[in-house]
């Protein structure tokens, strides 16, 4: 038995669930990991493994730009290097709203142990493969976050493993995501080659859409929230319905970041009449929101944001031997070409041009 097994068995045992049938899930891009635990009554939980030391560490709120670059890449763009803390405070705050977030059963935050309550399995993804109408889900969805943004959002979090700060989705995290393209795509197409002015130029570009985002980061943003980490949940009724999981790394965001993670998928396709359908209803649950100046915001942080996953993509390809993410790439480029071409993103839709042929771009 490894040391790590040894923890994850002590751990049970000293909550009462040292019996409880034990069944790995399929892993993420991530470096933790879960388990379905089977009590003898027949009930379900889950055992969430993450590893404080599986990660470079998260940026300390004090931290200056240039000590969180230093610092790693979770410093860098404030992830939460998969803290159970961040978890379970992000957890307590939605819960204390009415939202879905599983109640933690158990916790051992230095051990980087937890069990949460089991959601099932019902992924908005896989029941809307199955025949559920896909339309009344992402209205949920969408119910979810007007209730999110119009909570106040508070600095620090509370949770049942004591506080997480909240920080903002600055500057220096978002011109981070948008550089991924420019470090890893020539790595994956040694054809895209760009020197240190195209790299300034890809700066200057990207400056308004950033000043942007980080000046509208006034809501508590899940930041991966998309049809793949969010639960239909059956007997519960208004936003409560929608389960929401994999939020450990939230910080404070511009409104828009969740609503085009939702709706411009890189797993699946959501049409476009249902993304206008799905803005529609956003709009009229806050009607105080002034639509053209946060549509405009919209479009650029999502073509940053396609950008970033691009890069993402094409590292996990490339540096971790994963290839089946060049299958997301066609669709993150259909979003990011369809976003340059919105009004107020003209100097990133000319970078595109000099610098990444069409051919590439697809």
Aim: aromatic share 8%.
């Amino acid at each position: 038995m490894s040391d790590r097994e040894h923890q994850r068995v002590e751990f049970l045992k000293a909550a009462g669930l040292g019996e409880a049938v034990r069944v790995p899930l399929p892993g993420d891009a991530s470096t933790r990991r879960y388990e379905r635990l089977t009590l003898p009554s027949g009930t379900t939980l889950m055992l969430m493994d993450q590893a404080a030391s599986a990660e470079s560490p998260p940026a300390d709120p004090a931290w200056t730009p240039e000590q969180r670059r230093a610092s790693g890449w979770n410093a860098t763009a404030r992830l939460s290097a998969g803290r159970i803390e961040a978890f379970a405070a992000v957890a307590a705050h939605l819960r204390s709203l009415g939202l879905s977030a599983p109640e933690i059963i158990a916790v051992d935050a230095p051990a980087g142990l937890a069990v949460l309550e089991d959601f099932g399995d019902d992924l908005f993804a896989r029941v809307i493969e199955a025949g559920e109408p896909e339309e009344r889900l992402y209205l949920a969805a969408v119910e979810a976050l007007a209730r999110l943004h119009d909570a106040p959002t508070p600095n620090v979090l509370t949770g049942a493993a004591g506080d997480w700060s909240l920080q903002t989705y600055d500057a220096t995290a978002l011109q981070g995501g948008a550089d991924l393209f420019v470090e890893w795509m020539p790595q994956l197409e040694p054809g895209l080659t760009f020197d240190a002015a195209a790299i300034d130029d890809w700066h200057s570009a990207w400056t308004p859409v950033v000043a942007r985002g980080e000046d509208g980061a006034t809501v508590m943003a899940h930041r991966d929230y998309h049809a793949e980490n969010l639960i239909r949940l059956n007997g519960r009724v208004g936003p409560a319905r929608v389960g929401m999981i994999d939020f450990q790394d939230a910080v404070k965001a511009h409104p828009s970041w969740d609503l085009h993670s939702l709706l411009q998928d890189a797993r699946r396709d959501v049409p476009p009449a249902l993304e206008a359908r799905a803005l529609d209803h956003y709009f009229a649950l806050r009607p105080k929101v002034e639509r053209e100046a946060f549509m405009r915001d919209y479009a650029g942080l999502a073509a940053l944001n396609e950008a970033r996953i691009l890069g993402i993509f094409a590292r996990l390809i490339v540096r971790d031997g994963k290839p089946r993410y060049r299958a997301f790439m066609p669709r993150m480029w259909q979003h990011l070409n369809a976003n340059l071409d919105k009004p107020g993103l003209e100097p990133v839709r000319d970078w595109f041009a000099r610098h990444v042929p069409e051919d590439s771009r697809r």
